[in-house]
Every structure is written in structure tokens, then in C-alpha cells.
């Protein structure tokens, strides 16, 4: 019997507007060009409701449902009126036999992770555990140079080149 190679986990961090979306985005389309199945998390700061006022599930959370669902013949939609551990989602999708999953944020977990840097000023985030790699949008000496001295790769992602650094990726996950 062949034995399932580990999942995949990526994470994409940085501060607001960093363009963690628009790179999480790049990532799941190269997991899925190489045949994995992906998913995605991404953590949510500002607790929003993923169904529109007036929606029959939100009316039934509202009711107090503390679990609702909603299927098609295409999708299924869970929601749970319960915080989840980044572990907890892992594990999930996990079990869904999810190949790869792309982490939006969740800035402190240990999983190896993409340090998206607007400039100078977002070098502070260079501190966090297991990073392999660093983009950066903008011209930022300082920060480029403190992650270069660190040791991490670095890749400038400004007008959208993301190829340089996605191949980076596929040497990581994609080359065994």
C-alpha cells in the first residue's frame, strides 16, 4: 500500500494590502496545474459573516443554529459558530485529502511561509518562524538587505512578477 506523502502547507503573511491575496491566488494555481488538490485558509480579522443578510442559514445561525450547512449539486458550505485552531482547518482539510493548502495569515504558526513586505517599515515581520521566503512590492533597501543577511531568498513582486518566486516554490514542493 502506498503511503500518502505529508500535505503541503504554505503560508502567505504580511500586512494589509501587502498582496497576500493576490499571490495566495498564484500559488493555488500552480499546486493545481501540477494535478494536487488544494485548498486554502485564510484567517479573518474582522469576523466576517460569509452569508448575506436575509440568507435561509444565516437565519437559522441567527435562530441559534450552532451549525449549519448548505449543499448543492456542486458544493458544500459549513458554518460553524465556533472559533478553529489553524491545526484544527489542517486537519480538516487533511482529511478531505487535501494535497496542498495555501495559508492566508496566521502569522505566528511554524509552517514555512512567504514574508510579503510593502517596504522598510514591514521588516519587523522578518522575525517570524520559518520563513522561506521573502517578496518584496516596492524598492526597500533596508528590509531587503536585513532579510538577505538573514539568509532568506528574496524576490522583488513588483508589476505582478511572481514567476521568479513561484519557481522558487516549485523547487521546494514541486521538484522531489
Known sequence: MEERLRMIVLQVVGYKNAGK???ASELVRL???????????????HDADPEPEGADTRR???AGARFTALSSDSRTMWVREKPASLDEL????EAEGVD???????????????????GDDDAELLRLPNIAGVALRTSAPLAEQAARQSGF???RTDERRFEPLLEHVRTLYLKR
Open 21 to 23: 491575496t493576490t499571490l
Open 31 to 45: 499546486f493545481a496545474s501540477a494535478g494536487l488538490i488544494v485548498g486554502t485558509l485564510k484567517r479573518d480579522a
Open 60 to 62: 437559522h445561525r441567527e
Open 90 to 93: 489542517l486537519a480538516g482539510m
Open 100 to 118: 496542498a493548502v495555501i495559508v492566508e495569515g496566521f502569522k505566528n504558526a511554524d509552517h514555512p511561509k512567504l514574508v510579503l513586505l510593502r
Open 153 to 155: 531568498p528574496v524576490f
